[in-house]
């Protein structure tokens, strides 16, 4: 069973920056897809980011340009980069790691980002 846990989370200005972290174990091979998944106050869920094991990425269109995604696959870490944080941002952070590409297997226990002045 994979385990993730994140770390990063908190209070931060508009235009700040915060840097998301979130390491799997339970496994002895790296997860193929690691990612993070973002849910606004009113529920609403989005992908923010995700990362294949071989270097693939993918972005929301809403974060493009100020959010990086990392992995560490030596460690099975990833780690999601937030740059220009905008009130809009606000939300709880999910990690996840996916057998395939496509998939959605285990999840974090979510971090809170609250973009405010």
């Known amino acids: 069973q994979v385990q993730l846990v994140e770390s990063g989370g908190g209070l931060v200005q508009p235009g700040g920056s915060l840097r998301l972290s979130c390491a799997a174990s339970?496994?002895?091979?790296?997860?193929?897809?690691m990612g993070w998944y973002r849910q606004f106050p009113g529920k609403q869920r989005e992908r923010v980011a995700r990362m294949a094991r071989g270097g693939l990425t993918d972005y929301a269109d809403s974060v493009k340009g100020r959010f990086t995604v990392s992995r560490d696959n030596a460690r099975s870490t990833v780690h999601l980069q937030m740059n220009s944080l905008q009130p809009e941002d606000t939300a709880v952070y999910y990690c996840?790691?996916?057998?395939?590409?496509?998939?959605?297997?285990?999840w974090g226990q979510g971090t809170q980002v609250t973009v405010s002045s």
């Open positions: 996840y790691a996916g057998k395939s590409w496509f998939s959605y297997d285990y």
């Open positions: 339970g496994s002895t091979v790296s997860p193929y897809a």
